[in-house]
């Protein structure tokens, strides 16, 4: 699977930004799909992750109660809506992707698939 990911850009602290992954393939439903980031000089950190048909999501402790992330399998798309955003917040995102029945989706290894990056700065 292919993975572009869209939809960063420069915001206030304190707003709104959606994220969308756009995936290639007809086998979108049998990837669980996670949103990572990656700050300046920092290790590429989990940010949220969902599964198959969107029942079971999770989330970092840093975002529980801002982010919400769904995805959508007819339109083979993965979504990170970004609410009341902090400057910490600011990072490279990337969607990513993977098959296993094993191994944590926590985990950047995890993952076998990833989108380029889409840039979020949230100014204060």
């Known amino acids: 699977v292919q993975l572009q990911a869209f939809g960063g850009g420069l915001v206030q602290a304190g707003g709104s930004l959606r994220l969308s992954c756009a995936a290639s393939?007809?086998?979108?439903?049998?990837?669980?799909m996670g949103w990572f980031r990656q700050a300046p000089g920092k290790e590429r950190d989990f940010v949220a992750a969902v599964y198959w048909s969107g029942g079971f999501t999770y989330y970092a402790d840093s975002v529980k109660g801002r982010f919400t992330i769904s995805r959508d399998n007819a339109k083979n798309a993965a979504y990170l809506q970004m609410n009341s955003l902090k400057s910490e917040d600011t990072a490279v995102y990337y969607c990513?992707?993977?098959?296993?029945?094993?191994?944590?989706?926590?985990?950047?290894?995890?993952?076998?698939?990833w989108g380029q990056g889409t840039q979020v700065t949230v100014s204060s």
């Open positions: 393939g007809r086998t979108f439903s049998t990837y669980i």
């Open positions: 990513a992707a993977h098959q296993r029945r094993s191994g944590s989706t926590l985990r950047t290894t995890t993952y076998d698939y």
